[in-house]
């Protein structure tokens, strides 16, 4: 019997090509990963800078020139760093919470696409591991389970702070995520999709250039609700320095603290990308500055997608070195009483302005 | 609640406003001084570390054991143990000292003297235990030259320059050494 008929040279060609997909989005993997993680150790850094500067001081001067080897002095002190676990810590899910947070926020990565699609020898590829259509409730499903990371945490380290800390970390985290769901609702009513490609591309398409013209109301609105979401200043009540420690991970040391540290900090490489990617036009630029200076096409999009993520970022370092904690109850109302109210007011006049358009235009 | 505060609550103007400022002193220069590398300057009569002057013809201390600066002392840090007619021991506990200055007003001769350095840190406190031998060594270290003399003409001026006693009257002069 001859093997060389055995199988069909068809079905040879189509599992060689199903390989190389899977190898290509393994690639993807990594590089997103590392790229992510390098983003992380260098946010720690220019955060430490920028606040530095802006309260006339230095920041980190003396690791490497200009402490620019800090973030890797850090990581591996972290690294060495005695892992201590409290006595009557409930081991089992004291180990499970900074996974589970660490784990929610990094998935979120994969449904992040950050630039054109391109072909190489004729595979179409398409920066985004994983293009799914429901991108965008993927990634408010994950920042829900992010908050079982925390809340676990808190309440598995027997400690008064780390409860309290996750218990008003679980509190304003849900309170936020109604508003930010909300405030993006008028994104997904005007770019008719929840696919985070095909949102950009629709902003691309559309007369404003970007969403954050026309949905001014839901970027204010989403951009509060990020920095709550993120536990950051001037919302950072679960870890609140001054009243509770350090939080939810007021017990925790050495790389399960770093974990959370990691978490935190994709989480808002997540909020900077959401917020480029929903209001900022993603990759793309608006049609009338390219109109104006074309050369600017020349420009890979990438470039375009980290400047916008970038200045969000810049934005979140800002107001941490600006603004003091809100009181709870500030932030409770903040919340409630003012974004879910304006986000949803955002939503009735999108559908209303949306309507109105489609049967002037018919369909 | 007026339509001025409501517009200027929905607007965030006052936050705006800090984020102008934190802005702006971003780009404005930082105050940091990074200690080991760059040093703060040392203003002339800086009271650091203690030295007791030495006599430019007879290399030896100034001080003549009189107890002045040792009686003055706030902190009470100073011992001075004569004997022989001679000052056999000058102890300063600088963890005690204050850095008053007053054992400097105090001395009539100009026999004891602060000087410039502050560091001086040590791991033991028997090493800050300064006797003569080691204030001596200070004022050669710290002092040297012409400088230990402008020293005390700039800001101390010893009392024996104001109301010195005139030379033919009888004084225990002789026993300085």
Known sequence: ?363 | MTVREIIKRFTFIEIFQGMALTLKKMFSHAVTIQYPKERRHIAPGFRGLHALAKNPVTGQTKCVGCGLCAAICPSQCITIKRGNGKVQDYEIEVLRCIYCGFCVEACPYGAIAMTENYEYSEYKRSDLLMNKEKLLANWDKSMPDKKGEEYFKKFWRPMSDDFGTPRDQSSFRGKQQ
């Not at chain 1, 606040?51 to 001081?57: L, P, S, T, Y």
């Not at chain 1, 965008?136 to 829900?144: K, Q, R, S, V």
């Open chain 1, 1 to 363: 019997m001859d093997i060389a008929n055995a199988i069909d040279p068809k079905m040879i060609d189509a599992i060689i090509r199903f390989g190389l997909e899977v190898l290509i989005i393994l690639i993807k993997i990594v590089v997103v990963l590392a790229i992510g993680l390098l983003h992380v150790a260098y946010a720690t850094y220019f955060e430490r800078k920028v606040i530095g500067h802006m309260q006339v001081r230095l920041g980190p001067m003396r690791v490497g020139p200009h402490g620019l080897l800090q973030p890797f002095a850090d990581g591996i002190k972290l690294f060495f760093k005695e892992d201590i676990i409290p006595a009557n810590a409930d081991k089992v899910v004291f180990y499970i919470a900074p996974i589970i947070f660490m784990a929610a926020s990094m998935v979120n990565l994969s449904v992040i696409p950050f630039s054109y699609s391109f072909t190489i020898a004729d595979f179409k590829i398409s920066p985004v591991i994983a293009d799914i259509n429901i991108g965008l409730l993927f990634i408010f499903a994950m920042a829900g389970i992010g908050v079982y990371g925390i809340f676990i945490a808190g309440w598995a380290s027997n400690s008064k702070y780390a409860f309290l800390g996750g218990l008003r970390s679980a509190a304003q985290v849900i309170s936020y995520e109604i508003a930010m769901g909300l405030s993006l609702v008028g994104v997904m009513i005007m770019a008719g999709s929840l696919n985070l490609t095909d949102i950009v591309r629709a902003q691309e398409e559309s007369v404003f250039g970007m969403f954050a013209i026309p949905q001014i109301v839901g970027f204010v609105v989403f951009t509060i609700a990020a920095v709550a979401e993120t536990n950051r200043t001037p919302f950072d009540m679960p870890e609140a320095e001054s009243e509770l420690v350090a939080g939810y991970f007021t017990e925790y040391s050495g790389f399960r603290f770093a974990e959370f540290f990691l978490g935190e900090y994709i989480a808002m490489i997540i909020m900077a990308s959401m917020a480029t990617i929903c209001f900022l036009g993603g990759w793309t630029l608006p049609w009338y500055i390219l109109s104006v200076l074309p050369f600017l096409k020349m420009v890979p999009g990438i470039v375009w997608f980290l400047m916008k993520a970038y200045a969000f970022f810049f934005f979140y370092y800002w107001i941490r070195a600006t603004l003091p904690r809100y009181r709870y109850d500030q932030v409770m109302a903040i919340g409630w009483k003012i974004l879910i109210p304006v986000a949803l007011a955002n939503i009735l006049v999108t559908g209303l302005v949306k309507i109105i358009i489609t049967t002037l235009h018919g369909a």
